[in-house]
């Protein structure tokens, strides 16, 4: 892990319409889900964008969101992450750490109706997210929906901030399609994030993430 004071923070929050204090946001209902999230592992080169550079690492995020991954996992319950450039594993896989890129896609399940805060607290080199149906993926499929990411809104935390986040008003019993974009470019790497329930209580090792078992393109 490189040293907390040459860091750069980029967390980029991608929500359609007008920035409100909370944002109504598009769900589903899919028919078949289980527990965690869809994780794909994208191959990128050492340097493939310039650290501390937010121009640069803005466009290293379109650039992974899109990007054919190398590797695919399911059932990840636990998105926080820390790795040396010499660990090697990533989610309990053995793959290259010093760079690369990442996706997390699935849903947030919503126990009870209120607003929800989705917070970036740390990200070494970038991460963005973006949440609702037909932003994040659409109902019920993995598959993404493409996604330039200048054509959202934007939030970028720096050295300065501790985390930067989004409150959505979400409805109970709705799942809500959520992806995350996440690259390193050198040596070692770091994500963490959290989502504030209705009630207060801050979540970062038990979130509802879960993932649809079907593949239709929509859903009841």
């Not at 929800?116 to 973006?130: E, F, G, H, W």
């Not at 959290?194 to 207060?200: K, L, Q």
Request: overall charge negative.
């Amino acid at each position: 892990m490189k040293f907390h004071y040459t860091l750069s923070l980029v967390g980029i929050f991608q929500f359609i319409g007008t920035v409100s204090s909370a944002d109504s946001v598009g769900g589903c209902s899919p028919t078949a889900v289980e527990k965690g999230l869809y994780a794909e592992y994208i191959k990128v080169a050492n340097h493939e964008w310039k650290e501390g550079d937010t121009t640069s690492l803005e466009s290293g995020v379109a650039v992974v969101s899109q990007r054919e991954a190398e590797y695919s996992w399911e059932g990840i319950t636990q998105q926080d992450f820390l790795v040396s450039k010499n660990t090697d594993v990533l989610y309990g896989h053995d793959v290259t750490t010093a760079n690369f890129g990442l996706r997390l896609t699935g849903y947030l399940y919503a126990e009870a109706t209120g607003d929800y805060t989705i917070a970036v607290t740390y990200a070494d080199d970038a991460a963005s997210l973006s949440i609702g149906a037909g932003v994040a993926m659409e109902c019920c499929g993995s598959t993404q929906s493409p996604a330039n990411v200048t054509e959202f809104a934007h939030w970028y935390g720096h050295l300065e901030s501790t985390s930067v986040s989004k409150t959505v008003s979400l409805t109970a019993g709705v799942y809500y399609p959520i992806k995350v974009v996440y690259f390193n470019v050198e040596d070692g790497g770091e994500f963490n994030m959290s989502v504030t329930y209705p009630d207060g209580t801050a979540h970062t090792t038990d979130i509802n993430w879960y993932s649809s078992t079907d593949n239709s393109t929509s859903c009841p």
